[in-house]
């Protein structure tokens, strides 16, 4: 197996892994459909600003050139993994281990307009990001690979967060 394959079965071991705490966690706690769907909306509205603080301190490790070759696939490929989860929660109603009725539930109008609001900002800062790039590259070169890594990351960073701001102040507002 190459490099890249075995950076991606861990990142994605990684994710399993999570997602079977999660599943166990979850097992205690609300009786009815509806109380487990206002407990998982506020669990997400605390868990997405930690998910954003991961997911930007992750850089940090791809940042260090002082890795092997190896050590660098790993970190590339968790990152991608990572972002490619990311990605799929704010396009989807998250929660994917939960019974449909719940995650009917938990993606209320409020929600989904919560949800766009952010997708918008991340692609937004995206093309910022891309328009900032392209006027580096007229003075440096820049890998096309470097170019994307910051790109995504920008962009999901941002929608990330300001997702996590605005179901903040939805339930503090309730």
């Given at each position: 197996?190459?490099?890249?394959?075995?950076?991606?079965?861990?990142?994605?071991?990684?994710?399993?892994v999570?997602?079977?705490i999660?599943k166990?966690?979850?097992?205690?706690g609300?009786?009815?459909?509806?109380?487990?769907?206002?407990?998982?909306?506020?669990?997400?509205?605390r868990?997405?600003?930690?998910?954003?603080?991961?997911?930007?301190?992750?850089?940090?490790a791809?940042?260090?050139?002082?890795?092997?070759n190896?050590?660098?696939?790993?970190?590339?490929?968790?990152?991608l993994?990572l972002?490619v989860?990311?990605?799929?929660?704010?396009?989807t109603?998250g929660?994917?281990?939960?019974p449909?009725?719940?995650?009917d539930?938990i993606?209320?109008?409020n929600?989904?307009?919560n949800?766009?609001d952010a997708?918008?900002?991340?692609?937004?800062?995206?093309?910022?990001a891309?328009i900032?790039?392209?006027?580096?590259?007229?003075?440096?070169?820049?890998?096309?690979r470097?170019?994307?890594?910051?790109?995504?990351t920008?962009?999901i960073?941002?929608?990330?967060?300001r997702?996590?701001?605005?179901e903040r102040?939805?339930?503090r507002d309730?």
């Open positions: 197996m190459d490099d890249f394959t075995i950076g991606f079965l861990v990142g994605l071991a990684a994710v399993l999570i997602a079977a999660i166990l966690r979850s097992r205690k609300p009786t009815t459909v509806a109380e487990k769907a206002e407990d998982l909306s506020k669990r997400r509205a868990m997405l600003p930690a998910l954003a603080l991961i997911f930007l301190s992750q850089q940090g791809y940042l260090s050139h002082a890795s092997s190896t050590a660098q696939t790993i970190k590339i490929s968790a990152w993994v972002s989860v990311l990605i799929a929660a704010l396009a109603k929660f994917w281990f939960e449909k009725a719940v995650r539930l993606d209320d109008e929600t989904r307009a949800r766009n997708m918008r900002l991340g692609f937004l800062v995206s093309m910022a891309a900032g790039i392209y006027f580096m590259t007229m003075f440096d070169n820049m890998k096309a470097e170019s994307i890594h910051i790109i995504m920008l962009g960073a941002a929608a990330l967060l997702w996590a701001y605005l102040r939805a339930h309730a």
